[in-house]
């Protein structure tokens, strides 16, 4: 007999107490999270309304960047040196397209647009947003601008975009000296966050690479302006709210002549070389032209590695800057001697040595050499510069002793940097006893003594520097600075009164004061002075032929540069030699004689035949030609003519220096 389970009986009552309590709690939970909730509703909606505000507005308006002008550059009469042109670029909206690749085709095969180029753009489509710009070709022609102006219409979503970008008119005739502007790459964005500027360059494409571009990238980049825009949720453009415009760059006005700049590419062509020009009154490089150069427009647009390739591979080395680079200055450092033997009582006007074609050291074999292979004969000051005898100035140089040369020649800048406003200079090498041991480990020579009064030896100076140093010496020891700025202005527009106001503030280059080279015998200026003089005006002095008939009163020195070491018996043929192993031609000179205004220095390289008076005067002569013009100036100076002599030869090519 199976025994059934009881049933129980629900307490109906005890379960409706459990209900009320869970609900309870349950209505309690509710309303704590409603509590929580419109506490974090008010928080956020009253206390802090500022705060989100600004979070929302900064997710709706967006501050866009807006690059400035770049400042203009002029040469000193007002010609335009660097400028600002517009540059065409065919831009395409891809969701305005129906049928993009129909379209990319019709206008490629208007335009002749490359399949590289068209690869390129959808390329670049992969990685934008369908709404923004896409560039397809820049820097279209005239004629291509014409043509897609014309058959716009068929293209919607296809429009022309114009940009500045830096156009350098004169190319190769400025860029060692303006330098060029190119894209912000990697480095300079790295440098400029290192130097608290990134802000400033947002919108900022390119940026001064060499030259017064970078030199002055400051003052002529300007500072950045501002658009407040309003964008929806996919980042597009809806409207403009506010526009701050930016500041352009300054114009910078330069002391360069372009007129001399064009003389001196004319007078160089086909050379190796450098000119430079320099008003000695207040510093200004009046033309400083290296040559070969190369044209900085190719830079601006981003250069081909086949024709930077072609730039590196050059034999003439078109990139180098010879100006601010190092040559042998050859006899042209005789008058800078001279003066120091003045100076220190080793010799005087009257000083004569006699000079068989060569000089030797007491107990040396070796025999020193005159580019006059039977000697000037008796020589004193003014003929040693006049015929730039070498054995009086191996003499002086041996008396003087190297510690006592290096000292002076560091006055006159020899061996420094002239501080000119370009970042590309060299100091070159004014050779000292301890110059040697640092750079050698070895000890100096009296032999190399010698060479270093004629110029040769270890010491090099820059076409630049010899300006430099001959600015000094005719402004008798006052020291001016070289500098390419004359003045940076800026132009505002305002407008007043219903009309435009355009406001132009200058402020000229500030010259710096240096303590000036003191003689103990101010006379001694002078006597180098006139004998540089006699080296032009005299007959038979070597600067004489280069400067005959001139309209203008000029003095100079001539020098001509061994650059390979010839065997002590050994005849120097310049046909016969290697044509980097030629020697160079340099050359100083000055005008008016009695109140200087150009002073010009000039070297070439290895030159085919002859020396300073045959190759580097005549270009020192051009110059000095366009400058004065048709101006006739004469000096108070007068002295005797000498006799007219038919033998000019050099130190290594028997031809006068």
């Known amino acids: 007999m199976v025994r059934r389970k009881r049933v129980s009986i629900r307490n109906h009552s005890a379960e409706a107490n459990l209900f009320a309590r869970r609900a309870f709690i349950a209505l309690i939970g509710v309303v704590a999270m409603l509590i929580v909730l419109f506490t974090n509703v008010y928080n956020s909606q009253v206390n802090s309304f500022e705060k989100y505000q600004t979070r929302s ?57 490359s399949e590289e180029k068209q690869q390129k753009f959808f390329k670049a489509l992969r990685g934008k947003r369908r709404f923004k710009p896409i560039e397809l070709q820049s820097r279209l022609s005239d004629q291509q601008v014409a043509r897609f102006s014309v058959n716009q219409h068929k293209y919607p979503g296809a429009f022309i975009d114009a940009r500045l ?69 996919q980042g597009r453009v809806i409207r403009t709210l506010d526009f701050t415009p930016p500041t352009p760059g300054k114009d910078l006005t330069l002391t360069l002549d372009i007129e001399l700049q064009m003389i001196a590419k004319r007078a160089l062509a086909g050379k190796r070389g450098s000119v430079v020009a320099i008003d000695p009154r207040d510093g200004g ?51 800078f001697l001279a003066l120091l033997g003045l100076e220190q009582g080793v010799i005087t006007p009257e000083t004569r040595i006699w000079d068989p074609g060569w000089y030797q050291l007491k107990g040396v074999d070796h025999k020193y050499r005159d580019w006059k292979k039977w000697g000037h004969g008796w020589v004193d000051l003014t003929k040693a510069i ?70 040769q030896s270890y010491w090099t100076v820059t076409p630049l520097q010899l300006a430099q140093a001959t600015s000094v010496l005719v402004n008798k020891g006052e020291i001016k600075k070289p500098h390419l700025l004359k003045a940076s202005s800026q132009t505002t527009y305002t407008q007043g009164e219903g009309k435009n106001v355009v406001t132009i503030s200058a402020q000229p280059y500030e010259l710096e004061e240096y303590p000036p080279i003191a003689l103990n015998n101010k006379d001694n200026w002078q006597l180098v002075l006139d004998a540089m003089h006699s080296t032009v005006q005299k007959k038979g002095a070597t600067g004489h032929t280069a400067f005959k008939d001139h309209q203008y ?44 205004e150009i002073v010009v220095s000039v070297a070439i390289e290895n030159v085919a035949k002859g020396g300073g008076a045959t190759n580097a005067a005549p270009v020192a002569r051009q110059i000095m030609d366009q400058y004065f013009g048709n101006r006739v100036i004469t000096s108070e100076y007068t002295s005797e003519e000498h006799p007219l002599h038919d033998e000019h030869f050099t130190v290594s090519t028997d031809e006068a220096d």
């Not at 001064?208 to 929806?232: D, M, P, S, T």
């Not at 900085?296 to 086949?306: C, E, R, T, W, Y």
């Not at 200079?425 to 041991?437: A, F, H, T, Y």
């Open 57 to 113: 507005n900064s997710n709706r308006i967006k501050l866009l960047p807006v690059a400035p002008n770049r400042g203009q550059i002029y040469d000193r009469n007002g010609v335009l040196l660097a400028e600002n042109k517009p540059v065409y670029s065919l831009e395409i909206i891809p969701e305005q397209v129906e049928d993009l690749e129909g379209t990319i085709a019709d206008i490629s095969e208007l335009l002749d647009i």
């Open 165 to 233: 970008k830096r156009y350098y008119p004169f190319g190769d005739l400025t860029t060692h000296n303006l330098g060029y502007v190119a894209k912000i790459n990697r480095k300079d964005a790295q440098r400029l966050e290192a130097e608290g500027k990134s802000e400033n360059y947002a919108a900022t494409r390119e940026i001064g690479k060499l030259g017064l571009e970078k030199y002055y990238e400051e003052i002529l980049h300007g500072r950045i302006g501002h658009q407040e825009v309003e964008v929806n949720n």
């Open 285 to 335: 490089v009046l033309a400083m032209y290296s040559n070969p150069s190369y044209d900085g427009n190719l830079f601006v647009h981003g250069i081909s590695s086949k024709n930077y390739r072609k730039l590196l591979d050059s034999k003439d080395l078109p990139l180098i800057n010879r100006s601010v680079q190092g040559y042998p200055p050859a006899s042209t450092v005789k008058p």
């Open 386 to 455: 006049e015929q730039s005898c070498n054995v009086y100035f191996y003499d002086l140089a041996y008396k003087l002793g190297i510690t006592k040369i290096s000292e002076m020649m560091d006055k006159f800048g020899f061996g420094e940097r002239t501080g000119i406003d370009i970042h590309e200079e060299s100091s070159g090498i004014l050779p000292s006893v301890g110059w040697k041991r640092a750079r050698y480990n070895q000890n100096w020579y009296t032999g190399e003594t010698l060479s270093v009064g004629i110029g």
């Open 553 to 596: 009163d000029a003095a100079g020195k001539t020098g001509s540069a061994q650059v390979a070491r010839i065997a002590q018996d050994a005849k120097y043929d310049a046909e016969k030699t290697q044509e980097n192993k030629r020697d160079n031609a340099m050359f100083i000179a000055f005008a008016p004689f009695d109140k200087p």
